[in-house]
């Protein structure tokens, strides 16, 4: 039996689609092993997001090489289908599968023999319009559910939609058949996952289902006690689906919805599908149904033409919103994307101050949030991860409570009353001893 091990650069959807290999490894008998003992074939699975893909890529791929000397190494995910030749050529490298490929790869690489020079199958992106559903697995208390894949928009700095291809989904009914399956195992909380989330429903090109419709679905499975939706675009994020949430016993009071700049000017360069008046209009309407929901942001900084005048607009915009914390990105050039080719260069370390001064606003965001919802009284999904005898989990609305080791917690939901904020800045709790219904 051949072992095989597994690396996951990058986003919850590249986690769901590597577990979801990893299961195909297993059915074929294979043996899933960990990255340092000593596995016959290793599968990285990477990420284009940010400009240093190759270099986390040839880091990896060194790290493999001492643990395992002769395994043969794959590369597939993001990086790989848009630089195959140049992921080749890095040493040590046995093959690389594009989008449309990796899910076959059992079969495309079958035996795994290393030969003189690396293998590479990669057809062009538009090849890559089949659906793949994927669930991460091994986490007992959350798993990551792919719905989605791929992306009609063309924002001017994102290779996603060359690395994924167009958007398309699952229906709904192998989406509530793979929740099904996920309750069975045991886990209790579901996260919603895909490239351009709120676009779910389409197939072959064709919008046969919303995402509403979707998530009014799936707030009837039984045995799920939460879902989450990982991130959806603002102008995905319409009023019935707001409206649903704040009144279902399923669907947590969270949401991810990306930013990327508070200037109008930046965000038509960008070629976002909104502007910055229906960003804070979406917030107010989830505050209004929701006050103690939990809002993250995504922000860009440094955007060619972004000068200090629209960064500031941007830093002011953030401050005044309600929201909860931030997840900044200095700008990253990407080749074969617009961005690059316009105006108003912004240097590297004008980037990088600028992210700074957002994830310093950040932290003073999620602060603020952790002290307004002190007294109140919440439920917490314990996990399994253990750090010097501390346990963690998090509130329906995304506060990160710390608790002493309780082997009896792991995976339960307890009902809590928040208490205060530690040194570390997590939430602490005192038991309520109030027993926590099932829907």
Sequence with gaps: MKKVAFYTLGCKLNYSETSTIG?????RGFEKVEFTDTPDIYVINTCSVTDNADKKCRKIVKEAQKHSPNAFITILGCYAQLKPKEISEIPGVDAVLGAAEKFQ?????????????????ASPISEANKFHNSYSFGDRTRTFLKVQDGCDYSCSFCTIPLARGSSRSDSIENVVRAANEIAESGVKEIVLTGVNTGDFGLQDG??????????????????????????IEPNLLKDEIIEFVSQSNRFMPHFHIPLQS????????????YQRELYADRVATIKALMPHCCIGVDVIVGFPGETEEDFIETYNFINGLDVSYLHVFPYSERENTLAPEMPGKVSIKERNRRADMLRILSEKKKRFFYEQNIGREFTVLFEDDVKDGVMEGWTENYVRVAAKYDPILVNELKHIRLTGINATGLMEAEETYTEVLKH
């Design 23 to 27: 299961r195909i490894f297993q059915e």
């Design 105 to 121: 790869l059992v079969d495309i690489l079958d035996g795994f023999t290393k030969k003189d020079k690396a293998e590479v199958y």
């Design 206 to 231: 064709t919008r046969v289902e919303t995402f509403f419709d979707l998530v009014k679905e799936l707030d009837k499975v039984e045995n799920i006690e939460r879902f989450r939706i990982s991130s």
């Design 262 to 273: 508070g200037s109008n000017k930046i965000l038509k360069l960008m070629r976002r599908r």
